[in-house]
């Protein structure tokens, strides 16, 4: 039930702090912890002294790149906040940890180009049904009225944006503001509890108009609130206070209150919020739709891989106790004997339990747990809580290690890495021996690289991915192989006749055998095809030959002398002998682009599409989504690299897309012999 009348505690909670880039979410997690004691003075992102966002790549880019934890205590309740990257980029950190939080903290500010990205922070936490509340930041700089406030940034969400403070204006500065719910008037002190003072003149008119604002919002899901409201009655606080977290919990109202994170402004307004209205474990149990039970029970929120204390992993306990040496077990199999539990503060690690419900801890060394993963003590395999599904990779990278004797060391830290954020995706190619990062963008992929160099200690090199161009003929011909060897003992004899033609795009390769009389014995008609295969691999352009049709149509054998290796290098000599005289042509792979964008950019998008030799086969609304487009288009693969980065900028941050090979294409004319000739350059140095 909620609190607002002093009812039993509600247990540990566990707040997520998020918002667009830049909002000030992580000095907000800073003001909340110097005000709960926490930390002695407050740090700031600008130099560097933030308990949060403590790592290296975090300081350097003066940005969160992963979600920072920190427990504290607020009027003796236990509270864990979790500030979460406001990049898309490392959105998956985001979406790991929000399923397990009782209520989030959207950090805000009036600022109209944040919006796209505010929405789907918003739609994240809608679908989820996860109680909000916005936290409209920096107040001490608005120069805005704060119904335009409000009406700036509600599009962006989908329930009704509840004002619940109104500022008060001393001149053009916000001083201190008023509390519709409590009906109280209070001035700011910087880095200090606000000061309440008399509600009346002006804010008293005002605080009547938005208080009643507020009440009708409130009675569009309360039949009695409405009828005393249309009687001219004023409900009762405490009425007022359990419609408020009422309707908080069943998302039908995002609560808005204000405040400056930098001075402290609004933080104890906020924290007093979260402990009335908030309910904790309960709750969040009831919406994961986990039963209760004996086992001991945690979701795994984040992976972490420390320099000394190995393999960290951040769990939220839905049920039972969790203490050192606690064995839990995965859906899986065993995850592990459980290491040290402990509270984390940023980046610092302090051993406490056992943990119970409720609680957000670091629990060690548990080597079979992953980001995601249900956890519990029972024997039978706990089912899934929640498993978040991983965005498209839409950038990529070729990455090897500087010296070989690190190869073995990359791929272990490239694991490591991948357990950290299962939105990095690692590919080896086979054919070009490269080994491919997938991630969110061009700053994931940065800070992948530098974690590679800084925290593991290997120097690589990094270029953009291998292309997949192929070549093709377009004449048909009848060629000879003829592999004949003589030396001390057996030599080694094969002779074939190849008929090789062009087949329709896509058809790939086939080969047939037309051999009559016996000319070439059956038993070495394998080794041919294989000989052709061969050949085919490294066409005369330097790419491998598709859609070709090679049929065996004749040839000799020596009875001592062939062998099945004399006629795969007889095959293979047909085919490099006849394929330059096909009249070779490049294909390279065209992909179905579709991308995902606020309508206002479409025209942006396009303009992008086209400068990159796309093909805009149209665009349609982004069904669910207002206010967005999806647009279609063939794109060359070669023109996908840095594409994310135009539509981001494009975008405000917030575009995405996703591709699919779809078709080879001939390219013809000075781009196709400029990348022939790149890649004869690059064979003669290799």
Not at 197 to 221: C, Q, S, V, W, Y
Not at 287 to 308: E, I
Not at 350 to 359: F, Q, S, W, Y
Not at 587 to 604: D, F, G, N, R, W
Request: proline residues 6%; contains cysteine; aromatic residues 4%.
């Amino acid at each position: 039930m909620p609190r607002a009348n002093g009812s039993s505690p509600a247990g540990p909670r566990c707040i997520a702090l998020v918002g667009p880039f830049q909002s000030g979410k992580t000095t907000l997690l800073e003001a909340i912890l110097a005000r709960t004691g926490a930390i002695v003075r407050m740090g700031s992102v600008e130099t560097g002294t933030t308990a949060g966002d403590a790592t290296k790549e975090a300081r350097q880019h003066q940005m969160s790149v992963e979600v920072s934890v920190a427990t504290t205590t607020f009027m003796d309740e236990s509270y864990t906040f979790i500030d979460c990257p406001g990049s898309v980029e490392f959105g998956q950190d985001m979406r790991a940890v929000l399923p397990a939080c009782d209520a989030a903290i959207v950090v805000c500010e009036a600022d109209e180009r944040k919006i796209p990205q505010l929405q789907l922070i918003l739609r994240e936490l809608e679908e989820l049904k996860i109680p909000r509340f916005l936290f409209l930041n920096k107040i001490d700089k608005a120069d805005t009225r704060i119904a335009d406030v409000l009406n700036l940034l509600q599009p962006a969400s989908r329930v009704p944006l509840l004002l619940r403070q109104i500022p008060i204006w001393h001149g053009d500065i916000i001083t201190g503001f008023v509390d519709l719910a409590r009906e109280r008037a209070h001035v700011y002190k910087e880095h200090a509890p606000s000061e309440v003072i008399p509600l009346e003149g002006g804010n008293a008119e005002r605080e009547k108009d938005a208080r009643f604002t507020m009440l009708e919002t409130l009675a569009d899901h309360d039949d009695e609130l409405m009828e005393q409201l249309l009687e001219d009655i004023p409900p009762p606080r405490d009425r007022v206070f359990d419609d408020l977290a009422k309707e908080l919990r069943e998302g039908l109202v995002c609560p808005v209150l204000m405040g400056a994170a930098a001075r402290t402004n609004g933080v104890l307004r906020l924290l007093k919020a979260l402990r009335h209205e908030v309910e904790g474990i309960s709750q969040t149990s009831v919406r994961l739709g986990v039963k209760p039970g004996n086992d001991a029970l945690a979701l795994v929120l984040k992976t972490l891989h420390t320099a000394h204390g190995g393999k960290v992993s951040l769990v939220r306990v839905l049920g039972g106790q969790i203490g050192d040496g606690t064995t839990l077990n995965t859906p899986d199999g065993e995850a592990g004997r459980v290491s040290g539990v402990m509270k984390m503060l940023g980046q610092t690690f302090d051993k406490r339990e056992p943990a119970t419900i409720g609680d957000t801890v670091a629990l060690g060394r548990l080597e079979g747990a992953h980001t995601g993963d249900t956890l519990s003590t029972g024997k039978t395999a706990h089912p899934a809580v929640l498993s978040p599904s991983l965005p498209s990779p839409v950038l990529a990278l070729s990455i090897a290690a500087k010296e070989r004797k690190d190869d073995v060391k990359l791929g272990q830290a490239l694991a490591k890495l991948v357990d950290e954020d299962p939105s990095l995706i690692v590919h080896h190619n086979a054919e070009t021996h490269e080994v491919i990062v997938w991630g969110q963008g061009e700053m994931h992929l940065r800070v992948t690289a530098e974690r590679l160099t800084d925290r593991f200690g290997i120097p690589i090199v990094q270029r953009p991915p291998s292309v997949g161009y192929r070549e093709t003929i377009r004449k048909p011909i009848v060629q000879r192989g003829r592999h004949k060897k003589q030396s001390g003992g057996h030599g080694q004899f094969g002779d074939v006749v190849l008929d090789i033609k062009p087949l329709p795009r896509g058809e790939g390769f086939t080969f047939k055998d037309e051999i009559k009389g016996g000319v070439v014995p059956g038993n070495y008609i394998p080794s041919v095809e294989e000989g052709v295969v061969d050949g085919l691999k490294h066409g005369p352009l330097g790419f491998p030959v598709v859609d070709v049709a090679v049929k065996l149509v004749d040839g000799s054998y020596h009875s001592v002398d062939s062998s099945d290796q004399a006629f795969r290098t007889a095959g293979r000599i047909g085919v490099v002998e006849a394929l330059p005289q096909c009249t070779p042509v490049l294909l390279e792979p065209i992909q179905l682009v579709e991308i995902a964008c606020p309508s206002e950019a479409t025209a942006k998008i396009n303009a992008i599409l086209s400068g990159r030799r796309g093909q805009i086969l149209g665009f349609d609304t982004r069904d669910g989504w207002s206010g967005w487009d999806v647009v279609r288009a063939m794109m060359p693969e070669a023109e996908t690299g840095g594409l994310i980065v135009e539509i981001r900028s494009a975008t405000a941050g917030v575009g995405t897309y996703t591709a699919k090979f779809d078709h080879m294409a001939e390219l013809i004319g000075k781009p196709a012999d400029q990348i022939v000739a790149a890649r004869r350059a690059a064979a003669v140095a290799a």
